[in-house]
Every structure is written in C-alpha cells, then in structure tokens.
C-alpha cells in the first residue's frame, strides 16, 4: 500500500438505515453533525444510510420497495393525467 494516503482520524460512528431502522456501530472517517445515544450510553455521531444490507434486496432475497423521501409520490403527483 502506499503510505501516507489512508485516513488516521478512525472513530467510533453509528450508521442507521432510514428505510427500516437498523442501526451498527463502526469505525469511519465520515462527517457529520448529528448525534445518537447508543446501546452502550455513550453518545456517537450518527450517519443516515437511505438502504443497507438488511434492507437490499439482494442480501434479503425480497424485493421491498424503499421510499425514504416521498420520491414515488412527487413523480406520480408530477406526471398524473390532468382532469
């Protein structure tokens, strides 16, 4: 590897899926501002992922139809027959 290029701020992050509420703990380098009390009591920095491994339809074998920001309505609403 080459040296010098890789991250060294790793912290203690909680990742949350949005479309069903599954939350994991993990060392990242990502930014964010919000905040989450986890499990053990210590308070985290929180990042939202709109799907994750429990939530994708290749690790659950469903298909879920996952509509965390209202995306299917506005395009219905958008392109519905005018009466």
Excluded: C
Aim: proline share 4%; hydrophobic share 30%; charged share 30%.
């Amino acid at each position: 590897m080459k040296q010098g290029i890789h991250p060294q701020s790793y912290r203690f992050v909680v990742f949350k899926d949005m479309s069903n509420g599954h939350s994991f703990l993990s060392k990242s380098t990502a930014a964010t501002k919000e905040t989450i009390k986890w499990e053990d009591g210590n308070e985290y920095p929180l990042i939202k992922l709109e799907i994750s491994n429990t939530s994708h339809p290749f690790y659950t074998g469903k298909n879920m139809l996952v509509d965390t920001a209202g995306r299917i309505d506005k395009f219905k609403k958008r392109y519905e027959k005018k009466k």
